[in-house]
C-alpha cells in the first residue's frame, strides 16, 4: 500500500507530502523525505523499546504499563516540587494532557522552547511579530535572509519547499529571480548556495541589525565603516536588496536567540523588519526545530495563558522565564521528580542539569532509548507521532496539520499514558 501525503513530524518543515510504502504493516519505502525525515519513517523504527523499563541496580527489567504508570503516578505524588518537561515531539493533544497534569498536581512545566526559540517568545511578546505563513514566502517572497540559521543541515527541505527553490503563484523562475541572503559567524552549505553571505563576527547580531535599521530609517551617515566584522559597504547593499524588494522573507534561527543579546536580538530584528515595513513589504519568522514545539506554546497557552516555563506551584499560572524555566530549575536543584515527554533533555541540556536528573526520581516517556535514558529511573515506550499515532502538529509558521498514522501497533499513545496518570493522580486526591 502506497501512502501519499503522509506528514513528517521530525522537524519544524513538518512535510506533507511524504509517500511511504507499507507492506505487511512494516514500511518498507520512504519517497521525498530528507535524510532526517526518511531515517525517522525506516531506521529509527528498529531502535524502539519494546516495553517500560526500570532500574534495577546497576542494569534495567522489564515492568507492565500498567506497572510503570503506578509508579511514575506515585513519584508524581509524593514530590513537592514536579518537573513536567519537553512534549516537543508530542501531538498537541498530549501536551494539552500535560499542562492539566501539571495544574492538578501543582508543578512546573516547560518544554524545549525554553532551550530554542524561548527568547523570540520574550521580543513577540514586547513587540509583535510581522509574520506569515511558508506558503506566503513560496508564493511572492523575491527576497529571503536567513539569519543565524543553517536550513540545509537543520530544516533540509526548507530551502526546496518553501523558500529558495520553489516557484510560487506570483514568483516565477526563482531559482534565477530569487535573492537568498545568508548571516552568520561562519561559512556553512547554506552560505555557499546563498546569493550574498555576510560574515559577523559571534555575538554581532544586535549591533549589525541596529546599523540596518539605522541605514533603512535614512540615517547611514552615522554608521561606521565597519560594524561587528561587516564592511559599511555591505551594509548599504543588503539594506538597499531589502528595500527594493516587493516581498521579503527573514528566518532566524539559534545563532540570533542564543547568543549574547539573546531576545534583545529578535526584538531588534523584528524592528528591522518593521522598518522595512515603512517601504515594502517584510516578515519575519522562527527556524521552530522540534516538529510540534510551536504546538506547545498553543496548547500551553490555551490552557494556562503562558507559553513555556509555567509553574502552578501558587495554584495559579505563573510565568517568569529564568526563574520558572527548565534549565533555572534544575540549576537550582529546586525540582525533586521530573516527568520529560518526547524530548532528550540528557542530550541537550547543560551538564549540571543532566546530572541532577539522573540524581532524583526522572520518568522519561519516550519510543526510543536516548541520553536522557542513562539518567532515568523509568522509561514507558509509547507510539510515535506521525508513524503509528496521529494527532495535532504545528508547522514552524504555526500551521496546524493534523498528522496521519502509517502502521498499528501496540505501544500506547503517549497523551493517552499522561491522561491515565492525570486519572489516577485526580483519584488519588479524591477529585
Ligand atoms: S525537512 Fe524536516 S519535516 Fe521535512 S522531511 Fe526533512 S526532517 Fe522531515
Not at 44 to 50: A, I, P, Q
Not at 74 to 79: E, F, G, I, K, P
Not at 139 to 147: G, L, P
Not at 258 to 261: A, D, E, P
Given at each position: 500500500?502506497?501512502?501519499e ?6 522537524c519544524?518543515c513538518?512535510?506533507?507530502d ?5 507492506t ?10 530528507c535524510?532526517?525525515g526518511?531515517?525517522?519513517f525506516?531506521e ?7 516495553e ?21 503516578t ?6 513537592s516540587r ?14 494539552a494532557a500535560?499542562?492539566?497534569?501539571a ?7 516547560d518544554?524545549t ?11 513577540i ?6 509574520g506569515?505563513?511558508l506558503?506566503?514566502v513560496k ?9 543565524g540559521c543553517?536550513p540545509?543541515?537543520a530544516h533540509p527541505?526548507?530551502m ?11 514568483t516565477?523562475k526563482?531559482?534565477q529571480?530569487?535573492k537568498?541572503i545568508?548571516v552568520?559567524?561562519r ?11 555576510i ?7 544586535y549591533?549589525?541589525?541596529?546599523a540596518l535599521r ?20 555591505q551594509l548599504?547593499a543588503?539594506?538597499?536588496i531589502c528595500?527594493?524588494?516587493r516581498f521579503?522573507?527573514?528566518f532566524f534561527?539559534?545563532?540570533?536567540t542564543?547568543?549574547?543579546?539573546k531576545?534583545?536580538n529578535v526584538?531588534n530584528a523584528?524592528e528591522f523588519v518593521?522598518?522595512?515595513?515603512r517601504?515594502?513589504?517584510?516578515t519575519?519568522?522562527?527556524?521552530r526545530g522540534h516538529?510540534?514545539?510551536y ?9 494556562s495563558?503562558y507559553?513555556?516555563?509555567?509553574d502552578?506551584s501558587?495554584?495559579?499560572?505563573f510565568y517568569n522565564p529564568g526563574e520558572?524555566?527548565?534549565?533555572d ?7 525533586d ?6 524530548s532528550d533533555p540528557g ?7 543532566a546530572?541532577?536528573?539522573a ?7 519516550d519510543?526510543?532509548?536516548n541520553?536522557?535514558?542513562h539518567l ?6 509509547c507510539a510515535?507521532?506521525?508513524i503509528d ?9 504555526g ?9 498499528d501497533?501496540?505501544y500506547?499513545f503517549?497523551g493517552?499514558?499522561?491522561h ?6 485526580a483519584?488519588e486526591?479524591?477529585i
Open positions: 500500500m502506497k501512502i501525503d503522509a506528514i513528517c513530524a521530525f519544524g513538518l512535510c506533507d511524504i509517500a511511504v510504502e507499507v505487511d504493516n512494516q514500511i518498507t519505502g520512504v519517497d521525498n523525505a535524510t532526517l526518511a531515517a525517522r525506516r529509527d523504527l528498529k531502535n524502539r523499546l519494546s517500560p523499563i526500570i532500574r534495577d541496580g546497576e542494569g534495567w527489567k522489564d515492568i507492565s504499563y500498567d506497572e510503570a504508570i503506578r509508579k511514575t506515585d513519584l508524581l505524588l509524593s514530590a514536579p518537573l513536567l518537561f519537553g512534549w516537543s515531539s508530542s501531538a498537541t493533544e498530549t501536551q500535560g499542562a492539566h497534569l495544574e492538578l498536581i501543582g508543578g512546573v512545566i518544554s522552547t525554553t532551550v530554542c526559540h524561548g527568547p523570540s517568545i520574550l521580543a511578546q514586547e513587540v509583535g511579530h510581522p506569515c505563513t506558503g506566503q508564493n511572492r517572497a523575491e527576497t529571503v535572509i536567513y539569519w543553517n540545509i543541515d527541505r526548507h526546496s519547499r518553501y523558500s529558495t527553490y520553489p516557484d510560487g503563484y506570483f516565477k526563482t531559482l529571480s530569487r537568498v545568508v552568520d559567524i561559512k556553512t552549505e547554506s552560505s555557499d548556495i546563498a546569493d550574498m553571505f560574515q559577523i563576527c559571534p555575538g554581532g547580531d549591533a549589525v541589525l541596529s539605522t541605514i533603512v530609517r535614512g540615517r547611514p551617515e552615522v554608521v561606521p565603516p565597519v560594524v561587528a566584522g561587516v564592511s559599511k559597504e548599504l543588503v539594506a538597499e528595500k527594493k524588494t521579503g522573507a527573514l534561527g539559534l545563532g540570533v542564543m547568543s549574547r543579546g531576545y534583545k526584538r523584528i518593521d522598518e522595512l515595513n517601504h515594502t513589504k517584510w519575519i519568522t522562527p527556524m516538529g510540534n514545539v504546538g506547545s506554546n498553543e496548547a500551553f497557552t490555551w490552557i495563558g507559553p513555556y516555563a509555567i502552578y501558587r495554584g495559579i499560572a520558572t524555566s527548565a534549565v530549575i534544575l540549576r537550582r536543584r529546586e525540582c521528580m521530573c516527568l520529560i515527554v518526547g542530550a541537550h541540556f547543560p551538564g549540571f542539569c546530572s541532577y536528573l540524581s532524583i526520581p526522572t520518568v522519561l516517556i519510543p526510543y532509548p541520553a536522557t535514558t532515568a529511573t523509568i522509561q514507558i515506550p510515535i507521532n506521525g499515532a496521529e494527532g495535532t502538529t504545528y508547522r514552524m509558521d500551521v496546524p496539520i493534523q498528522t496521519r498514522k502509517l502502521i501497533t501496540n500506547p503517549d493517552d499514558i499522561v491515565e496518570i492525570h486519572r489516577l493522580v483519584a486526591r479524591r
